[in-house]
């Protein structure tokens, strides 16, 4: 029987899966004490900062925060300190690495793996690889090219589904309520047909036991890339640079940022007419008729969602406000005279954009902006 103490769950999925929502749903359930590293590939990571919103479970936990890179390649070494350190915490039951959208799994796993040979008497051990996979997303947009060997213009987009479909050794079938029995049964043909071992769980929002994902028989790195062909070409490519997992798949991001608020009529149309070139998109925002509220602006694909989150600090009370800025004085570094903590600050990922062209959409939502 294994003398290691500390199972490390690795949660992966393409870009706007519920990764973050299937979080939000764990730490929620306070079973156990965890620890939560948090890879974005935007240079703010946003997933932390939403996360942090959520409330206070989140600050009786240790979160790490890893940005400007992937986990699977250029910030490996600094995802493994991380490992090592929070190993070290004899009141950790468990660790959760929340991977980048474009991150590979496989690379995440070997990386581990490697770890775990190098050090001795170590008390964290690869529990299970997670595929969050939103099956709304791979019905409408992916399922014909996920049983299909015509090269398509998303081949390198599939491709990396495929990566994270097939290297795991359970999948999370997130958003199932969109689809009806029949299509739902289309997708699971469909990914069976990539995985054929991983257990899979359906939910609506994430909605998963924390105990599902932790009782279970260890991951076997062997195992897994036996039964994937496709898994074991994609372990010969070498990631070069610093921005391979950028390059490789032709995707990028970059951040908006932004004190004044948006007009909220104006963001609705540019909803509306969404460029389809904006694979995923995430961040806070705030509107002009609204003071008080942190919104959540959430896309992937043709879904795109506003959710009220929490409050600004400067929409608090005085006395609220004076005492949180004597707590914790460090919120005052990022402090508008006007504004105070309101900003938007989003992140949008996709292929083939002009950044220039979405940032000027942006700019014509903000209010008196001209």
């Not at 997670?130 to 299909?148: G, H, K």
């Not at 914790?328 to 996709?350: A, H, L, M, S």
Request: glycine fraction near 6%; proline fraction near 1%.
């Amino acid at each position: 029987m294994s003398t290691r103490e500390v199972p490390i769950v690795i949660i992966t999925g393409y870009l706007g899966s519920g990764k973050t929502t299937l979080m939000q749903n764990i730490l929620k359930q306070e079973k156990r004490k965890v620890a939560l590293i948090v890879n974005d590939m935007g240079s703010i990571n946003i997933d932390a900062s939403i996360l942090n919103k959520t409330g206070n479970q989140v600050a009786q936990i240790e979160m790490v925060e890893m940005q400007n890179g992937c986990i699977c390649c250029t910030l490996r070494d600094e995802f493994m300190t991380e490992i090592e350190r929070l190993s070290e915490d004899k009141g950790i039951e468990a660790i959760f690495v929340e991977a980048s959208g474009i991150s590979e799994p496989s690379s995440i796993a070997g990386a581990f793996i490697n770890y775990e040979e190098m050090i001795e008497n170590t008390r964290v051990y690869l529990k299970t690889v997670v595929s969050v996979v939103d099956v709304d997303r791979i019905y409408r947009e992916f399922l014909y090219n996920l049983t299909s060997d015509e090269e398509t213009e998303d081949g390198d987009v599939i491709n990396l589904i495929m990566d994270q479909i097939e290297f795991c050794n359970l999948m999370i079938l997130n958003k199932t309520d969109l689809l009806s029995t029949e299509q739902l049964r289309e997708v699971k043909a469909g990914l069976r047909g990539l995985q054929q071992e991983a257990e899979m769980i359906e939910c609506v929002n994430g909605n998963v036991d924390l105990e599902v994902i932790l009782n279970r028989e260890d991951f076997d790195f062997d195992e897994v890339e036996a039964y994937s062909a496709v898994q074991k070409a994609l372990n010969n490519c070498e990631h070069d640079d610093d921005k391979a997992c950028v390059d490789e798949y032709g995707i990028s991001s970059f951040v908006f940022e932004e004190r004044r608020p948006f007009n909220r009529e104006s963001f609705n149309k540019l909803i509306e007419d969404y460029p389809e070139v904006l694979i995923r998109t995430k961040g806070y925002i705030w509107f002009s008729d609204d003071w008080k509220h942190v919104q959540l602006f959430e896309q992937a694909g043709r879904n795109a969602s506003i959710t009220e989150l929490s409050e600004w600090v400067s929409a608090w009370t005085e006395e609220e406000l004076d005492k949180v800025l004597s707590d914790f004085p460090d919120i005052k570094d990022d402090w508008d005279e006007t504004y105070g903590d309101r900003c938007n600050q989003v992140v949008f990922i996709g292929k083939g954009y002009e950044k220039s062209e979405i940032v000027k959409l942006l700019y014509d939502c903000i209010e008196n902006a001209g």
